[in-house]
């Protein structure tokens, strides 16, 4: 909100502001879409991509999340490996971290 000068997060899906574009004075990328976001360094690392609407992650969001901490060095590969080279073992353990919320 800083950054833009918005008054409320969802002005970003407002015109001007609705376009990819670096937020000002830093590494960070914004692109809006639909009724969300995606704030990201790169496109695979870094960054979290969600919809207003919504109070939890997709599945979907939530293992790109992961994908992308882990690109980004701030999840330890080491300990997320089997989460990201294994397909299966990803998706259920997504869901089951979202049933427990």
Not at 27 to 50: E, L
Not at 74 to 85: D, I, S
């Amino acid at each position: 909100m800083r950054s833009f000068n918005l008054k409320d997060p969802q002005d970003i899906l407002r015109s001007p502001n609705r376009h990819f574009q670096q937020v000002p004075n830093t590494c960070w990328f914004v692109r809006s879409h639909g009724i969300g976001v995606h704030v990201f360094k790169t496109p695979d690392a870094g960054g979290v991509d969600f919809d207003f609407d919504k109070p939890h992650p997709d599945e979907w969001r939530l293992a790109r999340f992961i994908e992308a901490q882990v690109n980004d060095g701030q999840l330890p590969f080491e300990l997320y490996r089997t989460l990201v080279e294994d397909e299966e073992v990803m998706k259920s353990s997504v869901q089951e971290a979202l049933r427990g919320i």
